[in-house]
C-alpha cells in the first residue's frame, strides 16, 4: 500500500512560485512513477508531469512546459513541482499520484492518490 500526501499550496499573485511537496510512505514506492495532476472547479482532472522512478525522465503537459518542473529526491520518496510564473488559469486543486510502472500523463493510469493541495494564483 502506498500512502501521498501532499503540501505546499496556498494563495500567491500572478508571476510567483511555488513549490509542491509529495511525501510517500509504503514498501517498495521509490521503484514508483510518480506524477501532478490538478482540478479546476467544474473541470476534468488534468495532467501536470510525472517522473520516472529513478527521476531521469520527466514530463510535462504542455500548457505548464518551461514554467514547471518535477522532481524527487530523498532516496526519491519525497516528490516536488516547482511551479514558476503562475497564471490565474493554474488554480487548482493539485493532487499527487503514483504508479508501478513507467511514468505517464494519464490520470487512469495511476493507483494511489493523495489528498490534494488547493492552489490559487489571484490576477
Known amino acids: 500500500q502506498v500512502q501521498l500526501v501532499e503540501s505546499g499550496g496556498g494563495l500567491v499573485q500572478a508571476g510567483g512560485s511555488l513549490r509542491l511537496s509529495c511525501a510517500a510512505s509504503g514498501r517498495t514506492v521509490s521503484t514508483y512513477a510518480m506524477a501532478w495532476f490538478r482540478q479546476a472547479p467544474g473541470k476534468e482532472r488534468e495532467s501536470v508531469a510525472a517522473?520516472?522512478?529513478?527521476?531521469?525522465?520527466?514530463y510535462y503537459a504542455d500548457s505548464v512546459k518551461g514554467r514547471f518542473t518535477i522532481s524527487r529526491y530523498n532516496t526519491k520518496i519525497t516528490t516536488y513541482l516547482q511551479m514558476n510564473s503562475l497564471k490565474p488559469e493554474d488554480t487548482a486543486v493539485y493532487y499527487c499520484?503514483?504508479?508501478?510502472?513507467?511514468?505517464?500523463?494519464?490520470?487512469?493510469?495511476?493507483?494511489?492518490w493523495g489528498q490534494g493541495t488547493q492552489v490559487t494564483v489571484s490576477s
Open positions: 499520484a503514483a504508479r508501478y510502472g513507467g511514468p505517464t500523463l494519464r490520470v487512469s493510469d495511476y493507483n494511489y
Open positions: 517522473i520516472s522512478w529513478s527521476g531521469g525522465s520527466a
